[in-house]
């Protein structure tokens, strides 16, 4: 998947991340911006530790890393 429909993947499953190359100078001002770099970064200041492990699930299960057969509570 592009760095673009993961982000909106994730938007849909209402997880906000952001592309490294938004906090990265170099990437910006070269040719790295343009090459397919599925980094990101995941803002969690203030959630309580049962709301991050739900985000990283639904985020999880929205970029398709998980299934409803891969979750063995």
């Known amino acids: 998947m592009s ?3 993961l982000l909106e ?3 849909q499953a209402g997880i906000i991340v952001r592309p490294v190359t938004d906090f990265h100078v170099i990437a910006k001002a070269n040719a790295y911006k ?3 770099v599925n980094e990101f970064v995941i803002g969690y200041g203030g959630l309580s530790c049962e709301r991050i492990e739900e985000g990283i699930h639904r985020l999880a299960m929205a970029w398709e890393f998980l299934t ?3 979750i063995t509570d």
């Open 3 to 5: 760095a673009k429909e």
């Open 9 to 11: 993947r994730g938007r």
């Open 34 to 36: 343009a090459e397919a």
């Open 68 to 70: 409803d057969e891969t």
